[in-house]
């Protein structure tokens, strides 16, 4: 890669350190403008679910006055629905892989490798892990993050790597990335200890 200004060729040890310095930027950008976000999204979405089930419990409750514990019903339903489409109650991995495929597009990032991996029971959903390759520009990789960021369903950025690569007289960027995504479970989910002793519990399936 060559850097030019007016004329004036940088050397090749100046070079070197701007293509390691350009990926450190673009994860500490990406952090602050992307995953931060992301992680209160999920924690609010979590919280949100949990005082919707007690309302719910409580509207059970309310035998009394059946008209009145009808309408609330259907409202705290409705409002269950709304959550619910960001955390489904199935895994739809083809549908997730498709929505990701054209956040890349759309980001001229090239997804080289996808694969879920096993589903892990937390307390009233499950957890989905993936594994992603891909290879963009350098300045693709932040706005590629930031459309899965505004996806309906929730894909919460764990980690990830970058690596500089020269192709032609261009840089691009290499990584791996682990996210999550969530399902939803009507059914408390066993914890892990529990799992353990009483065997695997089964996933929702496709």
């Not at 080289?112 to 990789?141: T, V």
């Amino acid at each position: 890669m060559r850097l030019e200004m007016k004329g004036l060729t940088l050397p090749r040890k100046y070079r070197m350190v701007l293509m390691l310095i350009l990926p450190l930027l673009i994860v500490v950008g990406a952090y602050f403008l992307v995953f931060e976000a992301q992680f209160r999204r999920e924690q609010q979405l979590a919280a949100d679910l949990k005082a919707v089930r007690l309302d719910l419990a409580r509207v059970n409750l309310m035998r009394s006055d059946m008209a009145k514990a009808s309408e609330e019903h259907a409202r705290l339903k409705t409002e269950l629905e709304q959550k619910l489409a960001q955390m489904p109650e199935e895994k739809e991995v083809p549908n997730l892989l498709r929505q990701v495929s054209f956040a890349a597009q759309e980001t001229r990032t090239r997804i080289k490798y996808f694969a879920p991996k096993e589903m892990q029971p937390q307390e009233f959903y499950w957890e989905l892990p993936f594994e992603m390759r891909y290879r963009a520009p350098y300045h693709s990789i932040g706005y590629f993050f930031d459309e899965i960021r505004k996806l309906e369903r929730i894909v919460h950025i764990t980690s990830f790597s970058l690596e500089a690569k020269e192709a032609g007289q261009k840089t691009v960027l290499e990584g791996t990335c682990i996210a999550k995504t969530y399902v939803y479970s009507k059914e408390p989910l066993p914890k892990k200890n529990e799992e353990k002793k009483e065997g695997k519990h089964e996933p929702p399936k496709k």
